[in-house]
C-alpha cells in the first residue's frame, strides 16, 4: 500500500486563522453572518483533508529499475508508470524517485485523467563511482484548495553501484620485471592454475576441478588442492586518493581519472595473465593481493567503485607502509596528482631494491587545482623513472602510449626555463 504522509500547507493556518477571528467576532457581536462564516471555513477544511485522503489512495505507481550495475559515463534508464483509480483528475502531480547519486535529478510533474494510465521514461548519466541508493519513489498530492498535501511512497530502495570507466590503453608499458626463470617465491591464489601446491579440506563452493581425488579416497572425506600462482613477476598498482591533492568535480576529477586508469590497468594486466594486486589508501585502505583470473579483476572493481577521495594519509607514508609487500620480482604503477617529492624519494629507494616502477601523474592544475603536479616531472625523470602525465579530457590511450614523448618535452621546457632564470 506504501507509506502515507500529511503535510500541512501555509493556507491550513491563514484558514485556521480566520476561523479563530471569526469565532471571537461571532461570539462578539451574536451576529449570525459570523457563524456561518465559521461553518464554511470548517467545512472547506474537511473537504480539502479528504479530498487529499482519497486522491492518494486511488494511486498507483511502479518503476522498474533494469539497471543496477553501470560504470561512469554509462546511461541509466527507468521506466515509470502511475494509474488513476479515482474519477477525479490528478493535476500537477509531483513524483520523484529519491537518491543519492551525485548528479541525480528524479523529479517530474504529471497529470492523470480519470481513471487514467500514463507511463513515461527518465534517463540519467552515471557520473560518479560509488555505491549508491535509488528509491523508493515519492508521490505529492494536493486538495483542490491547498490546504492539505500528501505524500506516498512507492517501491523499495534498490542499491545502485558504479564502477569507474574502463578505457583501451593496450600500448601502455607492461612493467615486467627482469628475471631469469619462473624464481622460487610463490603465493596462494583462489583462482585455479597449472601450480597445485597443497591440500586442505573441501569447502562449500569448491569446483569439481579443485577436488583432489587421490587424497579424497585416503582420507575419506572431500580434500580440495590449493594452487600457487607460480609466477615470479606481478604488477601491483597504487592509487593515491589523499583529500588534499584532488582537484575537480565528479567524473572530471583527479581521483576520477586515476582510478579509472588504475581499473583499465588491471583489465590490461589480468588480460594478459599476470598477478596484478590494488592498494589505495582513501577513508580506509583498500588492498587486494596479486592474483589472476576474471573473480580477481571483478574483486579489483568492486574495491575500486567502493573506494573515496577522502584520505588523510600522504602518498610516501603509505608508500612506506606497504614496502614489505614488494621485492626485486614486484613492478609498481604509483598513479597520482601529488607535486610532493617525499613521494618521489621513497620510489627512489624501491628501484634501488630492484622494483620496477612506473609514475602516472595527473595533472592536478588542469582541473582548476592550485597544485603544480609537473613539478615531480624532473625529479623522476633524474632517477630514471618511466612518467606518463595524464591531463584533464586527455585521450588515455594517447597519453599513455609507450615512447610518448610529452613528458620528455615537458621536463626539457622546464629545464630551459631554470636556465634562462
Known sequence: ??????????????????????????????????????????????????????????????????????????????????????????????????????????????????????????????????????????????????????????????????????????????????????????????SVTPQASNIRDYEYGDSLSRVHWKSTARLGKLMSKVFDLGRASEAWIMVDLERNVQSGEMEQSTDEYAVSIAASLSKQYLDLGMPTGLIAYGSERYFLGAETGKAHFDRIMQQLAL??????????????????IWDHQSSLVVITPSPCENWVTALRELSRQGVKVIVIVIDNQSFGGELNSLEV??????????????????????????????????????IHSDTTI
Request: without cysteine; aromatic residues 10%; neutral net charge.
Open 377 to 414: 616531472l624532473a625529479p623522476l625523470n633524474m632517477i630514471g623513472i618511466p612518467t606518463y602525465v595524464v591531463k584533464k579530457d586527455d585521450d588515455f590511450s594517447v597519453s599513455l602510449r609507450s615512447g610518448s614523448t610529452e613528458v620528455d618535452d615537458i621536463v626539457r621546457d622546464s
Open 1 to 190: 500500500m506504501g507509506l502515507f504522509q500529511v503535510r500541512l500547507e501555509r493556507r491550513f493556518f491563514l484558514i485556521l486563522g480566520l476561523v479563530v477571528i471569526t469565532l471571537a467576532t461571532g461570539m462578539a457581536t451574536g451576529f449570525e453572518l459570523f457563524y456561518r462564516l465559521l461553518y464554511i471555513l470548517a467545512l472547506t477544511i474537511l473537504i480539502g483533508f479528504l479530498w487529499s485522503w482519497v486522491d492518494i489512495r486511488a494511486l498507483k505507481v511502479t518503476v522498474d529499475r533494469r539497471i543496477l550495475q553501470a560504470r561512469v559515463g554509462d546511461s541509466i534508464n527507468e521506466s515509470f508508470s502511475a494509474t488513476n483509480h479515482s474519477i477525479s483528475p490528478k493535476n500537477l502531480l509531483e513524483i520523484e524517485d529519491k537518491s543519492d547519486l551525485p548528479g541525480y535529478f528524479g523529479m517530474t510533474t504529471v497529470n492523470i485523467k480519470p481513471k487514467g494510465h500514463i507511463s513515461w521514461d527518465m534517463t540519467f548519466i552515471a557520473r560518479k563511482r560509488g555505491l549508491y541508493h535509488i528509491g523508493p519513489v515519492r508521490v505529492s498530492v494536493s486538495d483542490p484548495f491547498t490546504i492539505f498535501s500528501r505524500e506516498r511512497y512507492f517501491g523499495d530502495t534498490d542499491e545502485l553501484i558504479i564502477f569507474p570507466m574502463i578505457h583501451n590503453i593496450q600500448d601502455f608499458a607492461v612493467p615486467i620485471s627482469e628475471l631469469s626463470g619462473d624464481g622460487s617465491t610463490r603465493k596462494r591464489t583462489h
Open 307 to 324: 573506494s573515496d577521495s577522502k584520505g588523510e594519509i600522504p602518498l610516501h607514508t603509505a608508500l612506506a607502509r606497504e614496502e614489505p
